[in-house]
């Protein structure tokens, strides 16, 4: 939505803040502004000069010279190519060593071997709209040569680019941007009369479906799609350029000025927010205007020139011939305004927003009109909206209107009442309002208080269809009071009443490891084939997906071939998910939830300092020690894996078990498991099965207070004597003292037994309530030494 400041100071004289201010209060309301353009950015070089002559350029046959008299006394010749120029026209003109937006400057130079001295320009080129058809012509003869084009337009202003959200329609106007701005709202803004003695219009409501006023009927056929039709009637109209303010006012917003009768429906719509349409009344047939369905293979011309096939959902404008314009969307060419046009039918109507977006997607259209009937426009705005056209074109085109306005249809509904209860907002905002601050917040946008049976009943204004219920009316109370009002800190609540389910945090945890790891997380698909599972569809999409998966890891298996057969080397993938297992006796099968993973290459970048480091089994090991402690399970142990899965080395494996179902296998894949290329590096795997009843809670502990005493121990163990053998034992026999136990040197050798190896392992004690004495550390070590003899394990 485009925005012009001026004009919003017009409406509203007590909105004082500046362009930016106005930027930042929009955004803290809930309709952010993507830009602040200054319309006279670019332009203040340019001057109003007047073409006094015209005649063909000799060499070229699109070109013309024209004389320009830009105030200096001077004739100069300027080469123009628009098609618009005339002799007595005046335009903005762009002097020698004068620039342009973008950064053009106005050099002397020849054109087709014709001196040119200055530019005439487009209102595209000044960026004051979007059209390039033509030069920007200045209507009337008032104008001061040579004075600048900025001053004289009053294009002192500027374009604020409002962000409107689809649920606020109500910003989509003049009117309804200042009422959000105003301090006092509704009641700041004023609809001054365009002309000295504003007609005094009645209103006839046919009460029906049709109606008929001066000798045109009118018929809604399509109730639903057309709730309300009003119409005016004005005779004796003269097109013509509309008043330099009118056509100023459009091109602060981007819009290009057409003439009189249509720049004033632009202009309405734009202040107001209801779209409007001018038929030229003596080319509609029959006297008739018909709301209803398009008939199959109906056309129409619409105003952009396109000869559009029309379908059954599209809802039309006809005469008592044809259609003669698009509902809600565009015009026709058949019954549009021309310059001969003196008599009118002003259109402004209400139609449904579904059927107007349908009918604008299907014909690839999006006008002003659709726009906001897409949204939705306020029921009571119509008859207002046609006043103040009507007293708009008498102002700038005269005639004479018919003394009464039609109204046909179902007439503005009542407004909707939303009950408001005190306590409710005070629930939600964690702050206590009474009933005159809540009705000082809402009644300046519009909103009307009245006594409810529990707290308050509040009357919506019906360019508001967003505010339906109580929590809508609470959100407005909270933007309008400014969301910056309210305290920082976070009062007592309740979330939910629904619990957490036990698996949640896990898999948080289970996550979080894997990103240390760097790994990826992967999303396969729930199928498998029939190879490489137990529980078949009733439907299978394919073959090749005609089972449930049993297990997780060959999914992920299938997604390192294709990383490899891309020629990725370095994998690192895990998975979360569901594994579906025969139920005896079951229509369903069983589920389980599993974690997977599947990693290969280098376990580090490659360095200048030396070749990387591939991936090895005690990456695996570590890794799955990790997720063990994670999930409160024993540390892993060496073991013949494969059964889960069939996939894994039986003789390079570990496994995990925990309480109950927390169970894990883990090792490097078989080759034969996969179709591997020649430079690939070993492929690991692993597959843990979860259960949220046996997995282990973290508890808090707090830090020690107490220093702890570490003993360095070197133990001469036999070659057959597994390192997590002797940390059972270590564990076993230290006590309750014993914090941590890890080996930190591997030596065989000379010096060393044959048979035996030197492994070095540090113990650390600590108790949590005093400094431990030597006396009670040298007592655990003893014990150590003494259950390890039991092993042929001795002390270096």
């Not at 005779?235 to 100023?248: F, M």
């Not at 006594?451 to 109370?477: K, M, N």
């Not at 698996?503 to 490489?532: H, I, K, N, Q, S």
Request: proline letters at 7%; glycine letters at 10%.
């Amino acid at each position: 939505m485009n925005v012009s400041y001026n004009w919003l100071r017009a409406l509203a004289p007590s909105i004082t803040a500046t362009p930016s201010e106005l930027a930042d209060a929009l955004a803290m309301r809930g309709a952010p502004v993507d830009e602040l353009v200054e319309l006279s950015a670019g332009i203040g070089d340019v001057v109003i000069a007047r073409v006094d002559e015209v005649r063909q350029h000799p060499n070229a046959d699109r070109l013309r010279l024209c004389s320009v008299d830009a105030g200096s006394g001077a004739r100069l010749q300027v080469v123009c190519g628009a098609p618009n120029v005339e002799a007595g026209g005046y335009y903005p003109f762009a002097p020698i060593g004068s620039s342009l937006p973008g950064g053009v400057e106005i050099r002397k130079a020849k054109l087709r071997g014709e001196l040119s001295e200055g530019m005439l320009c487009s209102a595209r080129e000044l960026g004051l709209g979007r059209d390039h058809a033509g030069l920007m012509a200045l209507s009337g003869s008032e104008w001061q040569l040579g004075a600048s084009l900025v001053d004289q337009l009053g294009l002192n202003d500027t374009r604020l680019i409002v962000d409107v959200t689809p649920n606020r329609p109500d910003l989509l106007s003049h009117v309804g941007v200042a009422r959000e701005l105003a301090p006092g709202g509704v009641a700041d803004i004023t609809l001054r009369p365009f002309s000295a003695e504003p007609p005094a219009l009645a209103t006839r409501n046919a009460g029906g479906d049709h109606g008929e006023m001066e000798g045109i009927r009118v018929v809604i056929e399509d109730a639903v799609g057309c709730p309300r039709y009003t119409a005016a009637i004005v005779r004796g109209v003269r097109v013509g350029p509309s008043p330099e303010w009118l056509a100023t006012r459009l091109r602060s917003v981007g819009l290009r000025p057409i003439n009189n009768l249509v720049d004033a429906t632009n202009y309405v719509l734009h202040e107001m927010g209801q779209p409007l349409h001018a038929f030229d009344l003596d080319r509609l047939g029959g006297g008739e205007i018909r709301v209803r369905r398009a008939r199959p293979g109906e056309t129409l011309r619409t105003l952009d020139g396109v000869e559009r096939e029309l379908t059954a959902e599209i809802l039309v404008i006809a005469d008592a011939e044809r259609a003669v314009a698009l509902a809600g969307v565009m015009g026709g060419e058949e019954s549009e305004v021309t310059a001969g046009t003196t008599n009118l039918l002003i259109e402004c109507a209400s139609f449904e927003p579904q059927r107007v977006r349908k009918a604008a997607r299907f014909l690839g259209l999006s006008t002003d009109a659709s726009h906001r009937f897409e949204r939705g426009v306020d029921p009571e705005l119509q008859l207002p909206t046609l006043s103040r056209v009507v007293d708009l074109i008498l102002a700038i085109a005269g005639g004479s209107p018919e003394p009464t306005l039609l109204e046909v249809g179902s007439g503005s509904a009542p407004r909707m009442i939303v009950p408001l209860r005190l306590e409710r907002v005070t629930r939600l905002l964690g702050i206590e309002l009474d009933e005159s601050e809540i009705e000082r917040l809402l009644e300046p946008i519009g909103f009307v208080m009245e006594a409810g049976a529990d707290g308050l009943a509040v009357r919506v204004p019906g360019y508001r269809p967003d505010v339906t219920r109580e929590v809508d009316l609470i959100e407005e109370i909270a933007r309008r009071r400014g969301y910056a009002s309210f305290p920082e800190q976070l009062a007592p609540f309740r979330p939910t009443t629904v619990p957490e389910d036990p698996l949640v945090p896990v898999l948080r945890r289970v996550r979080e490891t894997f990103t240390r790891w760097g790994f990826l997380e992967a999303r396969t698909a729930g199928f498998a084939p029939a190879a490489d599972s137990r529980v078949p569809l009733l439907n299978p999409l394919s073959s090749e997906e005609s089972h449930l998966r049993d297990a997780v890891l060959p999914g992920l298996l299938r997604r390192v071939e294709h990383n490899w057969a891309h020629g990725v080397r370095n994998v690192r993938l895990y998975e979360i998910g569901t594994a579906f297992l025969p139920a005896p006796g079951e229509t369903v099968p069983r589920e389980e939830i599993r974690v997977a993973a599947a990693f290969t290459g280098l376990s580090e970048p490659l360095h200048w300092s030396g070749p990387g480091r591939s991936y090895d089994l005690w990456d695996l090991k570590a890794l799955l020690e990790e997720l063990a402690a994670t999930l409160g399970a024993a540390a892993p142990q060496p073991a013949t894996v494969g059964g889960a899965t069939g996939l894994l080395d039986a003789v390079e494996g570990f496994e995990v078990s925990g309480v109950g179902a927390v169970r894990a296998e883990a090792g490097a894949v078989l080759a034969s498991s996969v179709d591997s290329p020649a430079w690939a590096d070993r492929l690991f795997g692993l597959e843990i099965t979860l259960s949220a009843a046996d997995v282990a809670s973290i508890r808090y502990a707090p830090l020690p207070e107490y220093p702890a005493v570490e003993r360095d121990l070197a133990l001469l163990v036999p070659q057959g004597t597994a390192a997590a053998e002797l940390e059972r034992v270590i564990r076993s026999a230290a006590g309750t003292l014993l914090e941590e136990v890890g080996p930190f040197d591997l030596y065989a050798g000379a010096g060393i037994p044959e048979g035996t190896r030197s492994l070095a392992w540090r113990l650390r004690f600590r108790r949590p309530d005093r400094t431990l004495t030597d006396a009670e550390v040298d007592r655990s070590v003893d014990g150590v030494l003494r259950a390890l003899e039991e092993l042929n394990v001795s002390r270096r």
